[in-house]
């Protein structure tokens, strides 16, 4: 909200309508994620708490896998959504259609990748060191505005938002990187495990009932900014 004054001082306000609009997408995408990071957190402190490493393994490689799953599921659909935007959004002056299906692609890989990350960096929460998660998001939130700012000086227009979201992904993502391997340095990125039906379920049944408790949300407020369109996206925000 700081940044919205200054961002419609490089796009119209049409144009930034777009990218809200889109954007919903992030939201709507991060809810599939909540329920298996905290069954990861969950996990991760439980098996710290009885010094059982081999445990927290375990519980990251699972929730990792069952993440991979979902977040496979998502890459595809959203792709295959996003040459559906330009239908959403209607026509607004001076962004093509290619340019809408490009960002589509760009939140869709975004989000992705994020549902990965965001679960993979649970595992500081699951340590009892949250500070650094937030510490690692804090950072990536002054990247995104950097990266941002200077896409929109070299005429980016849109693009610009786009690769502000890349920044911040990639800029959180390192930093609880180096969080973590300082306090595992033997910690690599966990390689997928075969999961039976039950665990799988005992993931994804969490992450189901998240996404059921956040479903007036997602109608009365995510959905409904996407149906209204792009000025009206905006207009929201502002007010």
């Avoid at 990748?113 to 804090?138: E, F, H, P």
Wanted: glycine letters at 10%.
């Amino acid at each position: 909200m700081v940044t919205l004054p200054v961002v419609l001082g490089y796009v119209t306000f049409e144009q930034y309508g777009v990218w809200a609009s889109i954007s919903t997408f992030l939201a709507l995408g991060s809810l599939a994620d909540a329920g298996v990071s905290t069954q990861i957190v969950r996990k991760v402190a439980q098996a710290v708490g009885s010094r059982d490493r081999l445990a927290e393994e375990a519980a990251v490689r699972e929730g990792v896998t069952v993440l991979a799953v979902i977040a496979s599921g998502t890459l595809i659909v959203g792709l295959l959504c996003s040459a559906l935007l330009p239908r959403v959004v209607g026509d607004v002056p001076g962004v093509t259609e290619s340019q809408v299906i490009g960002l589509g692609a760009v939140v869709t890989v975004c989000v992705s990748l994020s549902l990965l990350l965001n679960g993979r960096y649970s595992v500081l929460k699951g340590l009892q060191r949250a500070d650094l998660y937030a510490y690692g998001d804090l950072l990536g939130s002054l990247a995104q505005f950097m990266a941002m700012f200077a896409a929109f000086a070299a005429g980016l227009g849109l693009y610009a938002l786009a690769l502000g979201a890349v920044a911040r992904l990639a800029v959180a993502a390192g930093a609880q990187q180096f969080s973590l391997r300082s306090l595992r340095p033997d910690a690599r990125f966990p390689r997928p495990v075969h999961l039976n039906r039950r665990t799988f379920i005992g993931y994804g049944g969490v992450s189901l009932a998240v996404l059921v408790a956040s479903i007036a949300n997602l109608i009365d407020f995510q959905l409904t900014r996407l149906r209204l369109g792009p000025s009206s996206s905006v207009a929201e925000l502002v007010g």
